[in-house]
Structure formats: structure tokens, C-alpha cells
């Protein structure tokens, strides 16, 4: 198991965003979490990641309490994320961003290397990250200057860059055309074949969702409403009324 969440509770003025949340990443998996708007997702993102402290509960990351560490610190450990919204550096090069993700989650590259070959070293692996991508060809353009699709290809990269062991994406195919969505699928299920990086989703496409994933949890108001195999999802009578509800 790699990630552990134990009845997490945070509430914004009165709103319950999560209320007694508890579910296992298992090490390997391709894990969503899906929900009607509103549910918790992003919020739960934001806890795991270290954005925000639960009011209750914890969350253990290969077998270690997260309590007090930093998202920096996190990510440290092997836990990357990327956002909704893209945070890219726009005026900065492709290349100097997904450098600048491997450089905050350092500890992969010995400190004591001489500058020069740490600089060297740092920059290879993000070449290697970009070549993988298929990102090569832009890697001297500003980020802010590339196509969305592009951007959010980036934004993979740069969190590859980091060498998570868990990584948490936040949305990574809103407002890609289906090619866009394709291509990414392949990387992000080529990545976690090629690093064994764990992947964790948040995402409102669900039938990227039901085809790519293999563990599925369902928020509503703040609270599980299932968790099991992607097959279940469409079949549960409280997920079918969650997304009505909606509609
Ligand atoms: N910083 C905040 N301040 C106040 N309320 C918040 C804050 N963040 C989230 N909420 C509230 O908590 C609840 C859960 O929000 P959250 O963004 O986690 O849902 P979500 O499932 O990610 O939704 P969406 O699919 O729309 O992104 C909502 O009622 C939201 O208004």
C-alpha cells in the first residue's frame, strides 16, 4: 500500500467538504476519484498534497504519518501533484519548467555534487522526461506561448520531473480534444510502467475514467459513496442518484 487516508474531516464556514473519508492507494494502481461537483475532490487533493491540514484523520504515505510536512516536504518523499489550473512559468522555457520540477523535489540528486554536474545531471533527466513526453521539439519555447493541449503536457512533465512515486492529478485532460485525451492516457499508463509511478486522478471525464482506471472512489458531499473496481461505478445505486441529482 502506498497511500493511507483514515477518516479525514475539513470544513470550509459550516460546509462539511470531507466528513469521515477513508480509502487505500495500493502501490502500481491507476486510482480515480470522481463526483458530482462540489463533492470534495480538489479539496481532498489539497490534503493529501499538504495544501491544507484535516480538521481530523490522517493521511500515511508508504507506511509514514504526513501530519505537519509541507506539500515541498511531500513531494520530498515522492508525493508530486499537478493543479486544475495550469501554474506553469509562463515566460519561462518548456525546458527550464520541467528542470525547475525535478530541482524542487531534490532530494533524488546528491547535494554534494559539484555544481556543474548537478546542473548537468539535473538538466539530462528533464531532457529524458521531455523526450519521453514527446515534448522535445519545444523545449526552447516560453511554456505560456504553447497550445493548451501542450501546456497541460507540460505540467505532467514537470511533476514527472519531480520522480514521484504517488502522483496526484488534478484534472490533467479538462479541455483537451479527444487525441489530446488519448495521447495523454498513454503517457500517463507508459510512466507508470516505465517509473512505477502510482497514479491518483481527479477527473470529470468519466469514461476516460471507467476505461483507464482500475480502483474507483466516489465522492458526495464530502463523503465515500463507493470504492471498488471501475465495473461497480455505473451499477451503484447511490452513484447513479449522486450524478441525477446533479443533472
Ligand atoms: N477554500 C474554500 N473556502 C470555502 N469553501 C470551500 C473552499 N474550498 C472548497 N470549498 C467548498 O467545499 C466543497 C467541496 O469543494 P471542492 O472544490 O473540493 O469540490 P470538487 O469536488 O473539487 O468540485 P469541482 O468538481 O466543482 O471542482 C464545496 O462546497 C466548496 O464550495
Redesign the pocket.
Known amino acids: 500500500m502506498i497511500l493511507e487516508a483514515k477518516d479525514l474531516h475539513l470544513s470550509?464556514?459550516g460546509?462539511k467538504?470531507l466528513n469521515g473519508v477513508s480509502f487505500r492507494v495500493e502501490e502500481g494502481a491507476f486510482y480515480a476519484v470522481i463526483?458530482?461537483?462540489?463533492?470534495?475532490?480538489?479539496?481532498?487533493l489539497?490534503v493529501l498534497s499538504g495544501v491544507y491540514e484535516p480538521e481530523r484523520g490522517e493521511v500515511a504515505f508508504l507506511g509514514q504519518s504526513l501530519k505537519g510536512k509541507s506539500p515541498q516536504e511531500r513531494a520530498r518523499m515522492g508525493l508530486g501533484r499537478t493543479f486544475?489550473g495550469l501554474e506553469l512559468f509562463r515566460g519561462m522555457s518548456v525546458l527550464d519548467n520541467v528542470k525547475l520540477g525535478a530541482e524542487l523535489a531534490l532530494s533524488v540528486y546528491p547535494m554534494g555534487l559539484p555544481r556543474a554536474e548537478r546542473e548537468w545531471a539535473l538538466r539530462a533527466w528533464a531532457e529524458e522526461v521531455l523526450d519521453y513526453l514527446h515534448l522535445s521539439p519545444y523545449r526552447h519555447a516560453p511554456a505560456g506561448m504553447l497550445p493548451y493541449g501542450l501546456q497541460k503536457r507540460v505540467e505532467v512533465a514537470r511533476a514527472l520531473a519531480g520522480r514521484p512515486k504517488l502522483l496526484l492529478l488534478d484534472?490533467p485532460m479538462a479541455g483537451l480534444a479527444l487525441e489530446e485525451k488519448q495521447d495523454l492516457a498513454r503517457f500517463l499508463l507508459d510512466a507508470r510502467l516505465e517509473w512505477g509511478v502510482t497514479l491518483l486522478w481527479?477527473e470529470?471525464d468519466l469514461r476516460a475514467v471507467l476505461e483507464l482506471s482500475d480502483r474507483v472512489l466516489v465522492?458526495s458531499y464530502?463523503e465515500v459513496l463507493y470504492e471498488g473496481p471501475p465495473e461497480g461505478v455505473r451499477e451503484d445505486p447511490k452513484v447513479a442518484e449522486a450524478y441525477l441529482g446533479q443533472a
Request: hydrophobic residues 35%.
Open positions: 470550509f464556514r460546509v467538504a463526483g458530482p461537483n462540489g463533492a470534495g475532490k480538489t479539496t481532498l489539497n486544475q484534472e481527479v470529470h465522492l464530502g
